[in-house]
């Protein structure tokens, strides 16, 4: 009995002593004390807990990508470059360096053969062009090339093969439109950049009546729809962007004919993303084809042409944007813009010299007068018929 009692006291103490706890932890000004020390107990134990998986419904990743046109390496732009010691033209483009090497692709075309100095450098009609040519845009971080064009034949198969091994030395660039081997020729030209699978090929639709040696058709890819289709069939549904380099177009002519238009539209219809083309040496409109990005023609990014409307060309960057949901892929451009660049050069002694390339934008009145007049009338022109691309 004793016993049972002092078992009651103990607990009547006990709950009491719970009750007291309870009544200060409500009422008591310094309960927030209390309060954090409770806090802190329950963050340990949340911490302890297994995360609960949170399903990726929706991932998102881009690619960014810039484009400029011909590299047409005449003679006074290689004289101009040779330091006595080879060739530097680096310092000609790096204006558009400062611009081109935060991109994670970026594309022009190179109009004239790298054949290198050892075969004899030459200029139009039939050019080659030294390999420094090569290395300048490869440490401006262009790493997308077109090899296919009116004068990938100039100098024959001995040139275009040197240009090979030139670029075989840059594993980091993509070529297309021009193989050394059928083995090359039929390996597809495929690429990764932050998750987005690209593919990447280059036609011509001239060949300044110069003909692929029979056989070796894998030199030079001449355009025709069944190519195209074969090409672009086999990559379709291995990747999630398909970009092709076009040499289309007539010469000097700012509209776009009634052929660039037929071509864009069949590849458009297998599918093409983008296609970059380029060789009238002038700008030309930009046109959407449903979802597919066609800019007929960027017009020329370096030569020694003349005219204003012949040392102007463009300069276009857009995001590649691939969207997973529920393991479906879509791919959107996004973030549009047209530029102009512009080659300067300066005549001293009769001789045309200081080769160099601006974006519009930094132009002064002392490097091209009324440049702002000739920015308006080629962006105008560019952008006739598009309204999702801004101006740089
Ligand atoms: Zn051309």
């Given at each position: 009995?004793?016993?049972?009692?002092?078992?009651?006291?103990?607990?009547?103490?006990?709950?009491?002593?719970?009750?007291?706890?309870?009544?200060?932890?409500?009422?008591?000004?310094?309960?927030?004390?209390?309060?954090?020390?409770?806090?802190?107990?329950?963050?340990?134990?949340?911490?302890?807990?297994?995360?609960?998986?949170?399903?990726?419904?929706?991932?998102?990743?881009?690619?960014?990508?810039?484009?400029?046109?011909?590299?047409?390496?005449?003679?006074?732009?290689?004289?101009?470059?040779?330091?006595?010691?080879?060739?530097?033209?680096?310092?000609m483009?790096?204006?558009?360096?400062?611009?081109?090497?935060?991109?994670?692709?970026?594309?022009?075309?190179?109009?004239?053969?790298?054949?290198?100095?050892?075969?004899?450098?030459?200029?139009?009609?039939?050019?080659?062009?030294?390999?420094?040519?090569g290395?300048?845009?490869?440490?401006?971080?262009?790493?997308?090339?077109?090899?296919?064009?009116?004068?990938?034949?100039?100098?024959?198969?001995?040139?275009?093969l040197?240009?090979?091994?030139?670029?075989?030395?840059?594993?980091?660039?993509?070529?297309?439109?021009?193989?050394?081997?059928?083995?090359?020729?039929?390996?597809?030209?495929?690429?990764?950049?932050?998750?987005?699978?690209?593919?990447?090929?280059?036609?011509?639709?001239?060949?300044?009546?110069?003909t692929?040696?029979?056989?070796?058709?894998?030199?030079?890819?001449?355009?025709?729809?069944?190519?195209?289709?074969?090409?672009?069939?086999?990559?379709?549904?291995?990747?999630?962007?398909?970009?092709?380099?076009?040499?289309?177009?007539?010469?000097?002519?700012?509209?776009?004919?009634?052929?660039?238009?037929?071509?864009?539209t069949?590849?458009?219809?297998?599918?093409?993303?983008?296609?970059?083309?380029?060789?009238?040496?002038?700008?030309?409109?930009?046109?959407?084809?449903?979802?597919?990005?066609?800019?007929?023609?960027?017009?020329?990014?370096?030569?020694?042409?003349?005219?204003?409307?012949?040392?102007?060309?463009?300069?276009?960057?857009?995001d590649?944007?691939?969207?997973?949901?529920?393991?479906?892929?879509?791919?959107?451009?996004?973030?549009?813009?047209?530029?102009?660049?512009?080659?300067?050069?300066?005549?001293?002694?009769?001789?045309?010299?200081?080769f160099?390339?601006?974006?519009?934008?930094?132009?002064?009145?002392?490097?091209?007068?009324?440049?702002e007049?000739?920015?308006?009338?080629?962006?105008?022109?560019?952008?006739?018929?598009?309204?999702?691309?801004?101006?740089?």
């Amino acid at each position: 009995m004793e016993r049972f009692l002092k078992n009651s006291i103990f607990l009547f103490i006990i709950i009491i002593a719970l009750l007291l706890f309870l009544l200060i932890y409500r009422i008591f000004p310094f309960s927030v004390y209390w309060q954090q020390l409770f806090e802190y107990f329950e963050e340990v134990e949340v911490q302890e807990q297994e995360p609960a998986p949170i399903p990726p419904s929706k991932t998102q990743t881009r690619a960014s990508l810039f484009m400029v046109g011909d590299a047409l390496i005449h003679s006074a732009v290689y004289a101009d470059a040779d330091t006595g010691n080879g060739y530097d033209f680096r310092p000609m483009i790096e204006e558009v360096k400062k611009i081109s090497k935060d991109y994670d692709l970026a594309f022009y075309n190179q109009e004239t053969i790298l054949g290198g100095s050892e075969l004899g450098l030459s200029s139009y009609p039939r050019f080659n062009s030294p390999y420094e040519v090569g290395d300048a845009f490869v440490d401006a971080g262009f790493n997308l090339v077109s090899l296919a064009n009116n004068h990938t034949l100039d100098r024959g198969e001995t040139a275009i093969l040197n240009s090979h091994r030139y670029w075989g030395k840059h594993p980091d660039v993509k070529t297309a439109g021009s193989f050394s081997s059928w083995d090359d020729f039929n390996q597809p030209n495929i690429g990764e950049v932050n998750g987005i699978r690209y593919a990447f090929f280059a036609y011509t639709d001239w060949t300044n009546g110069l003909t692929v040696p029979s056989g070796k058709e894998y030199l030079l890819n001449r355009y025709s729809n069944e190519l195209a289709k074969q090409d672009i069939e086999a990559v379709r549904d291995r990747v999630d962007v398909v970009i092709v380099s076009m040499h289309f177009g007539d010469e000097y002519s700012l509209n776009v004919s009634s052929r660039q238009r037929e071509i864009a539209t069949y590849l458009a219809s297998l599918g093409v993303d983008i296609v970059i083309g380029h060789h009238p040496h002038v700008v030309e409109p930009i046109e959407m084809i449903d979802d597919t990005l066609v800019i007929y023609s960027l017009g020329n990014f370096i030569s020694a042409q003349r005219g204003v409307e012949k040392l102007t060309g463009m300069m276009f960057s857009l995001d590649i944007v691939k969207t997973t949901e529920d393991g479906v892929s879509k791919v959107t451009l996004e973030n549009m813009k047209a530029g102009l660049v512009y080659t300067y050069s300066d005549t001293i002694n009769g001789i045309r010299r200081n080769f160099k390339v601006y974006p519009y934008q930094n132009l002064t009145e002392e490097l091209l007068p009324n440049h702002e007049m000739y920015y308006n009338k080629y962006m105008d022109l560019i952008l006739q018929n598009v309204s999702n691309v801004e101006r740089w």
